[in-house]
């Protein structure tokens, strides 16, 4: 079982930015892919990035303003967010998976993200 608790989510002005982390525990590896996806009001769940060992991958809305990054020592993944825009407010999740899955089946508890106008 992996555990996975999301923090750093909060209020900001549009064009601001916020860090968001996603602490690991349990039976984790550097190997795993790890997510984050985020899930606005009345809309479907979707995936903003993910990074398997070093590669990162990104959605179109949030390329050149997200960084997913991983510190394998402390069994964390961040996601930095800059230039924040109103549409990106949501609640953020954090997942991971092993290589072997095709699926997500460890999900922190989310946090959430507002941007303001």
């Known amino acids: 079982q992996v555990q996975l608790v999301e923090s750093g989510g909060g209020l900001v002005q549009a064009g601001g930015s916020l860090r968001l982390s996603c602490a690991a525990s349990?039976?984790?590896?550097?190997?795993?892919?790890m997510a984050w996806f985020r899930q606005a009001p009345g809309k479907e769940r979707e995936s903003v990035a993910r990074i398997v060992w070093t590669s990162t991958y990104y959605t179109d809305s949030v390329k050149g303003r997200f960084t997913i990054s991983r510190d394998n020592v402390k069994n964390t993944v961040y996601l930095q967010m800059n230039s924040l825009k109103p549409e990106d407010t949501a609640v953020y999740y954090c997942?991971?998976?092993?290589?072997?899955?095709?699926?997500?089946?460890?999900w922190g508890q989310g946090t959430q993200v507002t941007v303001s106008s």
């Open positions: 349990g039976r984790t590896s550097s190997s795993y892919d």
């Open positions: 997942a991971a998976r092993s290589a072997s899955s095709s699926w997500y089946p460890y």
